[in-house]
């Protein structure tokens, strides 16, 4: 890779970040503020971004070199000296308070090319919270030169003191074709890559999720579900197959995202155009009323708080088979 590439989607987001950096390359740092959070769900090109950007801010052409500028061609290669990423490491499960003194230590040393030192955290959610007090430090008393981007797939995992001291930018879900172009690019067939785009539900990553096995799962599994809610197969029958599969937990989750799915598509928010048979499911919710699928998002909600909660699995998704009418 030469140089990292322009994400897809986040037209507004991507630009403001872009002006920024071209002003900068101007000789103005005016909004460039020091302290960043990048947040929104996984796989929609958060910490992509803050690479990106990062191009950007470096590049004395703003990432238009042609050929690719030795800092742009380290960046992509991860080997800025000037670029710092942290991340969870391998062998843990949180970000802890050395990632976030190393980090420190680095953002603390003049740049040594033209435009400011850069941190991105990736998972930022993962810092533990002395980790997050370490940078604190740096968001209260910046050296003038860094710029730290706190990449995070939920803002509220983040200290008020520290969410308080970025610049939020929330990243939407991007868009079913955005997320089936991006995996055509990453090698995926143009026809798997709709399909799995089409229950991504606006990530790349739970799109990668779904190879042509479990594609074909979920329909089996979803169309199973529809035929037990018609009469058409016993419902413990289902509820069984469920349950007893390893990953239950996975497959009950699916299942109330299809439900909201289709209330969601009869409330007129078509975001999915599931292909056939499914997609005859949802014409035939697209008749509902609006006070109906008010109530049924209602209870899909109550039955994923309910199982988040360790509710019994079988007994919540019954009393939803039951009940939903759409
Ligand atoms: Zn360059």
Known sequence: MSRIAQPLGHGDVLASLRA???????????????????????????????????????????GECEPACDGCRLIAAGVHPDVVEIAIPEDKRSIGIAESRALLQRLSL???????????????????????????????EPPGFAVIVLVADNAGAMLPTVRSRCRHLAFGDLAESEVAAILVSLGRSAEEAAAAAACARGSVARAQTYDAEGLAEREALLLAYEQARNGQAD????????????????????????????????LGNRVHEPSEPLARVLEAAAGADTAALLEEAGRIHWTMTALERNANARLAIRDLLLNVRI
């Open 20 to 62: 920024l950096a071209v002003a900068l390359a101007g000789g103005s740092d005016r909004g460039l503020h020091h302290a960043w959070l990048f947040s929104g769900q996984r796989g929609v090109g958060k910490f992509l971004t803050a690479r990106w950007w990062a191009t950007l801010l470096k590049c004395p052409q703003v």
């Open 110 to 140: 003049r740049p040594t090319r033209s435009g400011p030192r850069i941190g991105i955290v990736r998972d930022a959610g993962a810092m533990t919270i002395d980790a997050q007090n370490a940078v604190l430090k740096l968001l209260e």
């Open 235 to 266: 419902i413990d029958a289902v509820l069984q197959a469920l349950v007893a599969r390893k990953e239950s937990g996975y497959a009950l989750g699916e299942l109330l995202e299809w439900q909201l799915t289709k209330v969601k598509s009869s």
